[in-house]
């Protein structure tokens, strides 16, 4: 059984770090994509960031979040989202998900993404 376990949300003042991290088990996700994906009260679930396999795998950014945000991966069964000066607008449940089979074309959307955490909380005061 494929298990996403995110962990490292909580309360920040804005222009505040924060680390959040994202253990898998139960299969090794090697060389598919994985993602951070993050969903405020009364809003869609928006794409984060996404890295395509473990070993200096490509990247992506929504707009909102480059130059600010970093997503790496240090194996095949762990993924971060280093988050740097954090604004009240991120605040939201933040899901880790990674795809089972290879979709290039849908990296950016959470209906191409086969398994999900149970999501962080992510609060940025200001």
């Known amino acids: 059984q494929v298990q996403l376990v995110e962990s490292g949300g909580g309360l920040v003042q804005a222009g505040g770090s924060l680390r959040l991290s994202c253990a898998a088990s139960?299969?090794?996700?090697?060389?598919?994509?994985m993602g951070w994906f993050r969903q405020a009260p009364g809003k869609e679930r928006e794409f984060v960031a996404a890295?395509?396999?473990?070993?200096?795998?490509?990247t992506y950014y929504a707009d909102s979040v480059k130059g600010r945000f970093s997503i790496f991966r240090n194996n095949a069964e762990n993924m971060y989202l280093q988050m740097n000066s954090l604004k009240s607008e991120d605040t939201a449940v933040y899901y880790c998900?990674?795809?089972?089979?290879?979709?290039?074309?849908?990296?950016?959307?959470?209906?191409?993404?086969?398994?999900w955490g149970q999501g962080t909380q992510v609060t940025v005061s200001s």
């Open positions: 998900a990674a795809q089972g089979a290879a979709r290039p074309l849908m990296r950016t959307q959470a209906r191409g993404y086969d398994y």
């Open positions: 139960g299969r090794t996700f090697n060389s598919w994509t």
């Open positions: 890295i395509v396999g473990w070993d200096n795998g490509s």
